[in-house]
């Protein structure tokens, strides 16, 4: 992540200025607050605010603090969409939408926000008609606690990497949108240990106070395992003694539309807020997990994130990596920044893994991007047939009418944990056709999914050489909105995931050389019963 220039504070500062320029005629409001604590208000407070007047703050604390802003009091005219009076709270320099963290009007007080770094912006605006008392809201330097209101964030011990302080007590309250969870992920944990976790310890609640259900609490050297919450706000609190410390720990919290695993055969997700710009200073994940023995092709429809450092050539702000598996440790596919959008590609076993890194300033719309899970399956084939075969452990929630050959009437046989298809190429609509100057036999392998009224059926064109005897497969669609036929890719490398099959399959040998040649025996034998025969006669 980027500290913020100096300049950017100086620009900000210039801002804040003109905004006390343009303000009503002799009304002072706005300013830079650099002191460790403080309080502000809106102009003429408790007395009704002027009317068309503009006021912007910005909060400034020493670098590694966050900065606590909480409302006392707040009144101020209301809309639905509070369009005319409002207060805006930043996470940050206003000048980037994507570090808004809220626009409040009416009489309910806002939030308590936690910043996530040292910065914090508060604008105020009326318009010309309807005033009210206003607002009064104090800061301070944040040590440890507060509320974490983001789609993603951090939380560490006081101090952190440094021994965390004795007798030191902190409370975070992470509260995201309505009907989203959260999950909490421990990178890095070392407290005092002793058997109760009575001394030093962390202690995690499923909800915003101790009175709601206790999940657990921890010490000593092991990462706590991954919390994920039954509601839209989860409560940490770390407490130290009078002696013996240790490094503390850090942790991320992931949420909603920042934070979600796919299990469904195909699907599509987008980076929060697109086509939008996403937030600033977010970290995000989202996992496609499919059965044992799906692979994942996907498709990138649109990608616009920050560009690359213009002096590294690097992608250091704001990047998009996708890792061939289910952690961050597992083979990286590529980081992506800028608009160059990556081309489609197929996993090599059932899990990819996305992570969106964006970091305090500039921002995009994100991206967009679509999946389908590649079935496995074995394919080979004869001067005469293609032999087909699909682990059933793969597909347990189809049965073999779902998965058929031509049409509906060439549908797969059980054949212990398999599905099988035999056919001839003069059955299942399977028929020649030229491709670069080659005559090919083809037809179209059908998996139907199809469920709850909701059509959804995969289809995969099989290509069989029959001088060569070489199958190939290609997925064609299965995928609504977007049709992937112009993604047509040979996978026919899927009949490596035969992993996935017992050994008493059936491997499609080639008999048709067999046939002949005993077909050609058998004639040189009728023929020389018939001359001798004749010679007898």
């Known amino acids: 992540m980027r500290n913020i220039p100096f300049h950017c504070i100086v620009a900000v500062t210039c801002a804040c200025v003109l905004y006390l320029v343009h303000a009503k005629k002799g009304v002072k409001c706005g300013g ?11 102009p003429n407070f408790p007395g009704l605010y002027p009317y068309d007047t503009d006021c912007m703050w910005l909060i400034v604390v020493p670098e590694g603090s966050s900065v ?27 000048e980037d939408e994507g570090n808004l963290l809220g626009k409040f009007c009416g009489t309910s007080l806002p939030p308590q926000f936690t910043s996530s770094w040292h910065v ?22 944040d040590v440890c606690g507060g509320v974490m209101t983001g789609l993603s964030g951090v939380i560490a011990s006081p101090d952190y990497p440094e021994n965390y302080p004795n007798n030191a007590e902190c409370q975070w309250i992470i509260r995201v949108t309505p009907f989203s969870i959260i999950k909490l992920v421990f ?38 395992p991954d919390v994920v919450s039954s509601s839209n706000e989860l409560m940490v609190m770390f407490k130290s003694d009078f002696n013996i410390g240790g490094r503390g720990f850090k942790a991320y919290f992931y949420s909603g539309e920042c934070h979600e695993v796919f299990t469904a055969v195909k699907g599509n997700f987008s980076s929060p807020q697109y086509p939008n710009s996403y937030p600033n200073n977010i970290n995000c994940h989202w996992t496609v997990q499919l ?45 992506w920044c800028g608009t160059d959008k990556p081309a489609p590609f197929v996993s090599t076993g059932n899990k990819v893994l996305l992570v969106l890194n964006t970091d ?31 682990p059933r452990q793969s597909l ?30 003069d059955t299942c609509n399977i028929g020649p056709q030229k491709r670069n100057n080659t005559t090919m036999i083809v037809s179209i392998l059908y998996i139907d999914f199809s469920s709850a009224g909701q059509e959804d059926i995969h289809e995969y064109e099989l290509q069989c050489e029959p001088k060569k005897k070489e199958a190939l497969v290609n997925i064609l669609s299965g995928f609504e909105p977007f049709k992937l ?46 001359i001798v025969g004749l010679v007898l006669l």
Request: negative net charge.
């Open 32 to 42: 830079v607050l650099s002191a460790p604590s403080g309080n502000f208000s809106s």
């Open 68 to 94: 606590l802003l909480t409302f006392h009091h707040f009144e101020l005219e209301y809309h639905d969409s509070c369009d005319f009076d409002y207060v805006k709270v930043y996470n940050g320099i206003s």
């Open 120 to 141: 914090m912006s508060v604008i105020f605006h009326s318009d010309k008609h309807v005033a009210s008392k206003g607002f009064t809201a104090v800061y301070s330097k």
């Open 187 to 224: 990178t890095d944990f070392q407290m005092e240990n002793n058997e109760e976790c009575n001394f030093d310890y962390v202690a995690i609640f499923d909800g915003a106070s101790m009175e709601d259900r206790h999940i657990d609490h921890y010490c000593g050297t092991m990462k706590p």
């Open 291 to 335: 059965p044992l023995g799906f692979r994942i092709k996907m498709f990138f429809m649109d990608l616009e994130l920050e560009d690359r450092n213009s002096l590294t050539d690097k992608c250091d702000y704001d990047y998009l990596s996708v890792y061939d598996g289910s952690k961050e440790s597992s083979p990286l596919l590529g980081t």
């Open 360 to 390: 305090r300033n500039a921002a995009s719309k994100g991206f967009s991007v679509s999946y389908i899970g590649v079935a496995p399956m074995n394919v080979s084939c004869t001067r005469t047939d293609f032999q087909i075969q699909l």
């Open 396 to 425: 347990p929630q189809l049965e073999r009418n779902n998965i058929y050959l031509g049409n509906p009437g060439c549908i797969a046989q059980v054949a212990g944990s398999n599905y099988k298809i035999y056919s001839r190429f």
């Open 485 to 530: 036929d112009q993604y047509g890719e040979n996978l026919a490398t899927a009949s490596k995931d035969a992993e996935a099959i017992d050994g008493s399959e059936w491997k499609g040998q080639d008999t048709s050389d067999v046939v002949f040649i005993s077909i050609c025996i058998l004639a040189g034998i009728l023929m020389l019963i018939a």
